[in-house]
């Protein structure tokens, strides 16, 4: 069974940093689509970084402020977050898609907290 838990949230002020990281179990991830997704209240969740294999992608609004990476061997994504603004504040949600023989089928962690103040 799969699951991801993430660690790291937490309140900062403006122009601070955090680092996010999310445990993945169930199997090894080495090559699946994994990635952080944040929800600001009354927004739809939106996508912050992705990484698969060696490659990322970044939401215009963090490309430069935050890196996502990945440790294969100890199964784990992470998200560092420099720069920190006001709208950034959201809960921060990973995200692993996994191949289910037909289509990706997507799982979620818990989420955690990010409160950026001005």
């Known amino acids: 069974q799969v699951q991801l838990v993430e660690s790291g949230g937490g309140l900062v002020q403006a122009g601070g940093s955090l680092r996010l990281s999310c445990a993945a179990s169930g199997s090894r991830f080495s090559f699946n689509p994994m990635g952080w997704y944040r929800q600001a209240p009354g927004k739809q969740r939106e996508l912050v970084a992705t990484?698969?294999?060696?490659?990322?992608n970044y939401a215009t609004s963090v490309k430069g402020r935050f890196t996502i990476s990945r440790d294969n061997a100890k199964n784990t994504l992470s998200l560092q977050m420099n720069n920190l603004k006001p709208e950034d504040t959201a809960v921060y949600y990973c995200?692993?898609?996994?191949?289910?023989?037909?289509?990706?089928?997507?799982?979620w962690g818990q989420g955690t907290q990010v409160t950026v103040s001005s």
């Open positions: 995200n692993l898609d996994v191949w289910s023989g037909t289509g990706y089928r997507h799982y």
């Open positions: 990484i698969t294999g060696g490659s990322t």
